[in-house]
């Protein structure tokens, strides 16, 4: 099941203007990252699966 998803920015990706969505996975303790997407992009990606686990989506943990 998913405990946390997270919408974040390295260096390169602020300079490109790319975020990275990531996805943590709570029984395996494993996560999966969605590199190379557009605001908009990530946060929709964000949006859908914190609707999906019935979590509200929160600005402050997309990094933005």
Do not use: C, H, W
Not at 23 to 39: C, E, F, R, W
């Amino acid at each position: 099941s998913i405990q946390d998803i997270s919408v974040s920015q390295g260096v390169l990706d602020r300079f490109l203007g790319l975020y990275k969505v990531s996805i943590q996975d709570a029984t395996s303790n494993s996560s999966l990252v969605i590199p190379g997407q557009t605001k908009s992009n990530a946060e929709k990606i964000s949006s859908i699966l914190n609707g999906i686990i019935g979590k509200k989506s929160n600005p402050s943990s997309m990094g933005l």
